[in-house]
């Protein structure tokens, strides 16, 4: 799962969420490599070819295309989402892909995780609510890990 608790005692846990990427760097690679040999093999043909310089900046405009569409796609994947519980405050911090930076403090036994299984812009949306606010956790996750993300928000957040 795309999330991780840390604990150092029954008080003090850390939650670390990120978003699931199912194709790490070097499958990036091999992907992009691999589109452009199975492109360029029908330019074979065109070899010594006025055809072939006609043709070949469409293959490379193409794989750029591929390329930058990835790229766009890693880059929108940078959250981290870190919700830190000790024994009298719960703090949640998003870092945007943007550089940006969201904050979310409360009392921890003011903290009620909430579940909202048609009421969110995904299913089984989760939410954290205390200190006057509601903010949304884990929105990035698939939805059977929203659900396990609720439980165990639930299971930690038990008045101590």
């Known amino acids: 799962m795309p999330y991780r608790w840390t604990t ?7 939650l670390r969420l990120w978003p699931h990427n199912s194709l790490p760097p070097k ?7 691999g589109i452009f040999a199975l492109a360029t093999i029908p330019l074979i043909m065109l070899l010594g070819s006025i055809l072939l310089w006609g043709i070949l900046p ?9 390329w930058w569409a990835l790229q766009i796609n890693y880059r929108s994947r940078r959250i981290l989402e870190v919700l830190t519980l000790s ?21 921890r036994h003011w ?4 579940l909202h ?16 606010r509601e903010v949304e956790i884990g929105a990035f996750l698939s939805e059977d890990e929203r659900k396990a993300l609720y ?4 299971a930690r957040l038990k008045h101590v």
Not at 58 to 66: D, P, R, S, T
Request: net charge negative; glycine share 12%; charged share 20%.
């Open 87 to 107: 024994d009298a405050d719960a703090h949640l911090i998003r870092h945007d892909p943007g550089g940006s930076v969201q904050e979310w403090h409360c009392n």
């Open 58 to 66: 469409f293959v490379l405009l193409a794989v750029a295309g591929i």
């Open 111 to 114: 903290a009620q995780p909430e």
């Open 151 to 154: 439980d165990d928000l639930r």
């Open 8 to 14: 150092s005692s029954d008080t003090h846990a850390e």
């Open 27 to 33: 499958g990036f690679a091999a992907t992009v490599l």
């Open 117 to 132: 299984p048609d009421d969110g812009p995904v299913p089984n949306y989760v939410t954290l609510k205390g200190g006057g």
